[in-house]
């Protein structure tokens, strides 16, 4: 311990390279064995077997579905754990001090000043009542031996991540910064003690594509600057592509695959990876998106076998038997029995392309110079839209287009917009209430967050079964049987008829949320950014279920999403808003393949893409 | 992924019955049902047992305690025993009606505030701001004293004066709830406000309910018996805890059971509803979760986090 506290120097002004003291003896800066975290000491373990090892420099990208465990190891790398949790074996090194043997002091000296945190949230994690000013000085000054004038390195940390360091920016509380700008306080904040490791949870889940690649940029850059080593917390693949060297994926509470992220992407083994990266869209192609059915047994509810079995297509018995052990194999470690096969067993070819051309018709959907306000503020001007019959038209813009403004407006949620809008060549009234019934069953919507759109109340079979009564007066002895087949169109069994919403998963509750507007017969679906609170794997899922039922029912669809990549894989037709006006509209092949506007080029641009 | 833990189905159709069952188990929860329970117990059945008539002159007046009149006599020699027995249920049933009452104006007056919005919050609320001006023993006397003493007026009187904070609590429970996702689909589903309120809403308010009920049912207990006190109670001969407490406080040197005994019933009663309402906010809220507990449902939770990511 007395080593690694020598290894901080005294004067970090420097510019340029700077390496910040010894690595161990291997070269790594950060290196985890066998890490085991339980609930309670003797209770399931949340997390077992986790090794890794960053070097200096270098981001390690920790990938995998939500109740993995990779926020769980995260916050172990800080020497945190939640409530309830213990860490029962294991270490955690970094520059050869283990972590976990440290005392409340002493770690609290480390926290911040050598291991720093990024959370997902940042507007959250700012504390509201402060200025940005005060609460980067106050990271220095907790610190104050390690480090030297606050006012200098505030200054320079800022300029770092490409913020203005006026006495103006310092002076603003963090409701005054954008999303972006709040979340480059915080790396500011993280990088501002020049630490050794820097743990980044997600960090632009929340952010748009430029945004978003701004600030990967700003990591990238800064860890080679300083040698720091940084774990990148998230369930992008695509993200983790394109910062890090290093990738462990995490499935049930255990490494699955871990390797250097050109093999891992460029020719995954294990099935779990392989089903991962099939989920990732791909912003040029129209391909079908594959995701990976089912969920992850949470602890105390993983058997003896491989966790993976039940979602697995390539499981043998023995895999139900026995759980397997981690092994070297063609550069990387994989968790799974049947390893040396799986590499071979990806030959099939790649899906067909998702979208059908739709026959010509007169539009559904007819939006003709659509301007709408909150108040005083306008939030749209002038848009002009129209969704033909069967096609899928997405809307594509960043937070605070206005793009969900407009889907307000076309299902009657919003009332204060001015314009014309037509619904089967009859005029649309503003508000749900001055609508005809046959027209609110007409519009069906599907709302951006699953946690909020079910009633906790109320069974999945009530809920489907709502619209059912209401619109298509369908006698009592029916309604089951209806909502059956439409929880079957999107792959939910009859046993969730039961259910409550907090019984299912986001998925399952968004398929649920879809369920309810399919089982109105309606002729146009508005999905509101449908996938945007949904896991990759999930989302493919999602997705394709939407896409297959809009196919088969012969819906009109309006897909509103920030997601560019998505697109293709389900929409015909894109429409780009920007700041509430239209940027440009058109077959979204060509829109997005060769953008007639530089604003779509430069997000075409900023999409995160898989490297492999 | 949330990962409902297959094998851990809970019945979540009535959360309160969840909430009450986990309550009674935490020893606050018990120590309050077990005292209100008591309270209860002697009220109802102690009409049926009770020795003497409660009107009946028997002995003299502030008689000691023997063993023909375990609690003595009070300030006309009737025995003390027979009217503690006789006098709670009245008071009980009068505390219940102006308590479903407040509760019933009160979270109608809430609920459509929070959900309607605009004009009628504005209304509803400022009219609930002027009633909440005046504390809540003193309007019930000013309505008493103008229009008489009568039992129906008393329970609507002490029922109105609990409507105004009730309205309070679950407007600021329903703003929440309100926006929500679910109530905008039912409204696209062409619900009527009132049934959007009734049946997408007031189920997810039960915890707020229990809670605001249990406390106005204390309060409601606390003002009636006071009422009584002051002699705005049931006409005299018949017995009431309130009116006991009053009667015979003369002879508090004389006999003290006979104020003693309905004073420590009405306060045992008000701890135990008391104590009982906190355990049920406490259990609704998962503050009284064992801390293992809490850490697996947030690990296996992950939801209230990302929900709100791209709100």
Redesign the interface.
């Known amino acids: 311990m007395s080593a690694a506290k020598g290894s901080i120097p005294g004067a970090p002004e420097a510019q340029g390279q700077q390496r910040r003291g010894p690595a161990d003896r291997h070269g790594f800066r950060l290196e985890v064995r066998d890490l085991e975290i339980r ?2 000491r003797d ?1 399931p373990a ?1 997390v077992s077997g986790i090794s890794f090892a960053v070097r200096p420099g270098d981001v390690l990208g920790l990938v995998g ?3 993995s465990g990779k ?2 190891v995260a916050l172990a790398l800080l020497g945190h754990t ?4 213990s860490v029962s074996a294991g270490e955690i090194r970094l520059d050869g001090m283990d972590l976990l043997r440290l005392r409340p002091a002493a770690l609290r000296q480390v926290r911040g000043a050598r291991v720093s945190y990024v959370p ?2 940042p507007s959250a994690a700012l504390n509201p009542a402060l200025r940005i000013g005060y609460q980067l000085r106050e990271a220095l000054r907790s610190h104050a031996r390690i480090t030297g004038d606050p006012e200098t390195r505030v200054r320079e940390v800022l300029g770092e991540v490409r913020l203005d360091a006026s006495p103006g920016m310092l002076r603003r509380y963090p409701h005054q910064l954008s999303g972006g700008q709040q979340q480059r306080v915080a790396l500011a904040m993280a990088f501002s003690c020049r630490p050794s490791l820097i743990v980044l949870d997600e960090p632009t ?2 952010l748009d594509v430029s945004t978003q690649r701004h600030i990967l940029d700003t990591v990238r850059r800064l860890c080679r600057r300083y040698g720091v080593a940084a774990v990148y917390v998230s369930h992008d693949l695509a993200v983790v592509s394109e910062l890090a060297a290093e990738v462990a994926v995490m499935y049930a509470g255990r490494v699955v695959e871990a390797g250097p992220a050109a093999l891992l992407f460029g020719r995954p083994l294990h099935p779990y990876t392989q089903g991962l990266l099939a989920s990732v869209p791909v912003p040029e192609g129209g391909r079908r998106l594959t995701g990976i059915p089912g ?7 993983r058997g003896p076998g491989c966790a993976f079995v039940p979602r697995c297509a390539l499981a043998l018995d023995e895999c139900r038997a026995r759980a397997p052990e981690p092994v070297p194999l063609a550069g990387r470690t994989v968790l799974c029995l049947r390893a040396a096969e799986t590499g071979t067993a990806r030959a099939e070819p790649r899906p067909a392309a998702a979208v059908t051309d739709p026959p010509a018709g007169a539009a559904v959907l007819s939006v003709r110079g659509v301007s709408a306000s909150y108040g005083p503020v306008r939030v749209l001007s002038g848009i002009d839209l129209e969704v033909p019959p069967q096609a899928c038209v997405a809307l594509v813009g960043e ?1 605070g287009s206005g793009k969900t403004t407009l889907a307000r407006c076309i ?3 919003h009332r204060d917009w001015t314009g014309e809008m037509t619904f089967q060549g009859a005029r649309l009234a503003r508000g ?2 001055h609508r005809p ?1 046959p027209v ?1 069953q007409q519009i ?2 599907v ?3 699953p ?9 999945v079979g009530q809920i489907v079964a ?2 059912l009564r ?2 298509l007066h369908v006698p009592r002895g029916e309604q089951s049987e209806r909502a059956v087949s439409v929880l079957g169109d999107v792959a939910l069994g009859p046993r969730y008829l039961s ?2 919403p ?6 399952e509750r968004q398929r649920v949320a879809i369920a ?1 507007a399919l089982v109105a017969e309606p002729s146009l679906l508005v999905c509101d ?1 449908v996938t ?2 949904l ?1 990759v794997s ?1 989302q493919a899922v999602v997705v394709e279920l939407l896409r297959a039922a809009a196919a088969r029912r012969h819906l009109a669809m309006l897909f509103i999403t ?1 997601n560019l990549a998505l697109v293709r894989s389900v929409a015909q037709f894109a429409v780009v808003l920007r700041q509430g006006e239209i940027v440009e509209a058109g077959p979204a092949e060509q829109v997005l393949a060769d953008p007639g506007s530089d604003y779509t080029a430069q997000l075409m641009a900023d999409v995160p893409r898989l490297r492999s | 992924m949330t990962a409902a833990a297959p094998g851990t189905e809970r019945i979540r159709r009535h959360q309160w019955l969840a909430s009450m069952g986990s309550a009674v188990r935490t020893p606050r929860g018990a120590a309050g049902l077990g005292l209100a329970g008591f309270v209860v117990a002697v009220a109802v059945i102690g009409p049926q047992v009770a020795p003497d008539s409660p009107g009946a002159l028997l002995t003299l007046p502030f008689a000691k305690p023997s063993g023909r009149f375990l609690l003595g006599a009070d300030f006309l020699g009737r025995d003390v025993l027979s009217r503690v027995l006789d006098g709670g249920w009245l008071l009980l049933l009068m505390a219940v009606a102006a308590t479903v009452l407040g509760i019933a104006a009160g979270a109608a007056a809430g609920i459509s505030a929070a959900y309607l919005r605009g004009r009628p919050d504005g209304l509803i609320m400022r009219t609930v701001d002027v009633i909440l001006a005046f504390p809540q023993l003193v309007f019930a006397l000013l309505l008493l004293s103008i229009l008489g003493p009568r039992l129906w007026l008393i329970v609507l009187a002490v029922g109105l004066t609990h409507a105004p904070a009730v309205a309070r609590v679950l407007r600021s429970a329903t703003l929440d709830i309100s926006e929500r996702d679910f109530v905008k689909v039912a409204e696209l589903q062409g619900m009527r406000p009132a049934a959007v309120m009734a049946k997408e809403i007031l189920p997810s308010l039960s915890t707020p309910l229990m809670v605001e009920a249990g406390l106005r049912l204390t309060y409601s207990i606390i003002i009636m018996a006071g009422l009584a006190f002051l002699g705005f109670g049931q006409p005299p001969p018949a017995p009431s805890w309130g009116t006991m407490i009053n009667e015979n406080r003369a002879g508090l040197a004389l006999n003290p059971w006979a104020v003693i005994m309905p004073a420590l019933l009405i306060a045992l009663l008000t701890v135990g509803t008391n104590l009982l309402t906190d355990a049920v906010g406490r259990a609704a809220l998962g503050v009284d979760r064992r801390p293992g507990e809490a850490a697996l449902a947030d690990a296996l939770d992950p939801a209230p986090n990302r929900a709100g990511n791209r709100a």
């Open positions: 609930n309670r209770g949340v579905e939500s109740g926020t769980t939640r409530r309830g949790l997902q949230d889940t929340g969920q992850q047994p949470p602890p105390g509810h937070s299902v009657g949620l749900a209430r019934v609110l069906q919507c709302f951006q967050n946690y909020t759109s079910l009633n906790p109340r109320k069974t709502e619209p209401r619109f259910r409550y907090d019984q299912l998963s986001g998925g309810r950014e945007s609170a896991d999930v920030h």
